[in-house]
T-cell receptor, first 114, second 114 residues
Framework: SAVISQKPSRDICQRGTSLTIQCQVD?????MFWYRQQPGQSLTLIATANQGSEATYESGFVIDKFPISRPNLTFSTLTVSNMSPEDSSIYLCSVEPYSPDTQYFGPGTRLTVL | GQQVMQIPQYQHVQEGEDFTTYCNSSTTLSNIQWYKQRPGGHPVFLIQLVKSGEVKKQKRLTFQFGEAKKNSSLHITATQTTDVGTYFCAGPPMRKGGSEKLVFGKGTKLTVNP
């Protein structure tokens, strides 16, 4: 299966600051996905990132709060801007390396905002 | 919008007992997938079902996709402590053209008493 890494694996941040999360895949993929998983909850899609175009955001998520970069077919970043304690979550990137809808997730970034 | 519901939310069993989780979608799905997330881990893809009425087995795990493609189940025979985790179902609605996002159920958290 695809090997996906994320940096950082966890972080504790102060309110009002920003954190950029990196996602690296060991193969070229068309789409990369960013999810949020709040404590004890399910996964919520934040946005879909295609290389060479702007990310597509889901309802409730905006580019100013969660800017995304997708500079090439193996890498993406998600920035959580102007953080508040409500942003404390696990942030996961995922890819579909083999077939549509079958997603493989990175190990996640566990973010705590104080 | 599409909703995917899972029951039960929690299930505690004695090792050796069977376990079943059920997934119901408010709309017809083009396919359904199951993921397992161990405590402190990230979701791991288990299987995808595509055909109406499809049944697939992976060792002690049996997956079913309903005839109407709106519901699914995961059954584990003779649970082991290694089965502990949260099981999520996920599916995109039937496509009318273009990509549809994957919607995750809230998950069933399984604990196993040794």
């Amino acid at each position: 299966s695809a090997v996906i890494s994320q940096k950082p694996s966890r972080d504790i941040c102060q309110r009002g600051t920003s954190l950029t999360i990196q996602c690296q895949v060991d193969s070229q993929v068309t789409m990369m996905f960013w999810y949020r998983q709040q404590p004890g909850q399910s996964l919520t899609l934040i946005a879909t990132a295609n290389q060479g175009s702007e990310a597509t955001y889901e309802s409730g998520f905006v580019i100013d709060k969660f800017p995304i970069s997708r500079p090439n077919l193996t890498f993406s970043t998600l920035t959580v801007s102007n953080m508040s304690p409500e942003d404390s979550s696990i942030y996961l990137c995922s890819v579909e390396p083999y077939s549509p809808d079958t997603q493989y997730f990175g190990p996640g970034t566990r973010l705590t905002v104080l | 919008g599409q909703q995917v519901m899972q029951i039960p939310q929690y299930q505690h069993v004695q090792e050796g007992e069977d376990f079943t989780t059920y997934c119901n979608s408010s709309t017809t799905l083009s396919n359904i997938q199951w993921y397992k997330q161990r405590p402190g881990g990230h979701p791991v893809f288990l299987i995808q079902l595509v055909k109406s009425g499809e049944v697939k087995k992976q060792k002690r795990l049996t997956f079913q996709f309903g005839e109407a493609k709106k519901n699914s189940s995961l059954h584990i025979t003779a649970t082991q402590t290694t089965d502990v985790g949260t099981y999520f179902c996920a599916g995109p609605p039937m496509r009318k053209g273009g990509s549809e996002k994957l919607v995750f159920g809230k998950g069933t958290k399984l604990t196993v008493n040794p």
